[in-house]
């Protein structure tokens, strides 16, 4: 998801997407909501975000969702939609910020919240709460990834077993998690490589 100038991701457009991102199962299924007219954001594709939930099945259920370049909201929307008990969902740009909080009113959803900011920053400030899955969908080609896995184990924010989403561009072969992260799922979709990876003990 695009986010700002820092944030802006290297992708084209999801033309059948354009505007609007669409609900694909859940409490909100069906439901479309608008998408923040910012040059490069772009949501997740319903296919990969498809795949994506089948992976997770009930693993939405009652969890503290962590959406770390939350663009779009696609992705904290779909997890709010599927039962998450809470959803934080991390966005630079002020624009679009602004319009995931338009969307959450929408959808009279008040177990979530936005924050608007850097989301390295975000994660350098820590977390009284633990959340038991995390997206991490960072823009491309911006050396985002890796601080983010880093940051999001060292500064204490994962639950024990904690999911952990990763999408990133299919060409970035120099991604590597913390030892103890367990690869479950991985896939190649053209551009975009996306993997699920599971917390163990450190």
């Known amino acids: 998801m695009a986010r700002g100038s820092r ?5 084209p457009a999801n033309k059948g997407n354009a505007g609007q991102v669409r609900i694909i199962s859940g409490l909100y299924r069906g439901r479309k909501l608008p998408v923040a007219d910012l040059q490069g954001l772009r949501p997740t594709t319903d296919r990969v975000r498809e795949t994506l939930f089948n992976w997770l099945q009930g693993d939405t ?3 503290r969702v962590l959406d770390c370049f939350a663009g779009s909201g ?9 039962h ?11 624009g679009a910020a602004t319009n995931l ?14 924050k608007q ?6 994660l350098d400030n820590g977390t009284n709460e633990l959340y038991d899955l995390v997206f991490v969908d960072p823009p491309f080609r911006q050396n985002l990834a890796q601080a983010t896995l880093d940051k999001l184990e060292t500064k204490n924010w994962l639950a024990n077993n904690a999911l952990i989403y990763v999408e ?13 992260w367990q690869l479950l799922k991985e896939k ?3 551009q975009v490589c996306y993997r699920l990876y599971q917390r163990g003990e450190a």
Not at 117 to 122: A, F, H, R
């Open 168 to 180: 990133v561009e299919s060409k970035l072969t120099e991604l590597t998690p913390p030892a103890h």
């Open 101 to 114: 909080k338009r969307n959450l009113a929408t959808l009279g959803a008040s177990n979530g919240e936005v």
């Open 117 to 122: 900011g850097d989301s390295l920053s975000i």
């Open 188 to 190: 190649v979709a053209g």
């Open 84 to 94: 998450a008990k809470w959803v934080t969902l991390c966005e630079l740009n002020s």
């Open 7 to 11: 944030t802006q991701k290297s992708r």
């Open 74 to 82: 696609a992705l904290g929307f779909e997890a709010l939609s599927r």
């Open 61 to 63: 259920q009652n969890a």
